[in-house]
């Protein structure tokens, strides 16, 4: 599967941003989702993933309240909605895909394709 991210840009704290990440190729609802973020020097963070169908989620513990992921399958597309940006939030966002997983993997290496990533910056 192929994925494409996109959404990024450049805010300022408190702003909102919708990240999207659209698949083809293959059958998405037989795919696990996640949202992965990376600033330079750091390891890849989990920030959020969804189950196949988009019945579960699940968040890292700093971001829940402000972000929201969902997927519609009809689309071929995950979303993520990020409210009440802060700079910390900075980073490249990335979308990955893990095939016919049995629940929501939370660590990169688990997930099987990635997108190329969408930047996004949020000043103070």
């Known amino acids: 599967v192929q994925l494409q991210a996109s959404g990024g840009g450049l805010v300022q704290a408190g702003s909102s941003l919708r990240l999207s990440c659209t698949a083809s190729?293959?059958?998405?609802?037989?795919?696990?989702m996640g949202w992965f973020r990376q600033t330079p020097g750091k390891e890849r963070e989990f920030v959020s993933g969804?189950?196949?169908?988009?019945?579960?989620?699940i968040y890292a513990d700093s971001l829940k309240g402000r972000f929201t992921i969902s997927r519609d399958n009809t689309k071929n597309t995950m979303y993520l909605q990020m409210n009440s940006l802060k700079p910390e939030d900075t980073a490249l966002y990335y979308c990955?895909?893990?095939?016919?997983?049995?629940?929501?993997?939370?660590?990169?290496?688990?997930?099987?394709?990635w997108g190329q990533g969408t930047q996004v910056t949020v000043s103070s």
């Open positions: 190729g293959r059958t998405f609802s037989n795919y696990g």
């Open positions: 969804i189950s196949m169908s988009g019945g579960r989620t």
């Open positions: 990955a895909a893990e095939w016919a997983p049995t629940g929501i993997s939370l660590r990169a290496r688990e997930y099987d394709y």
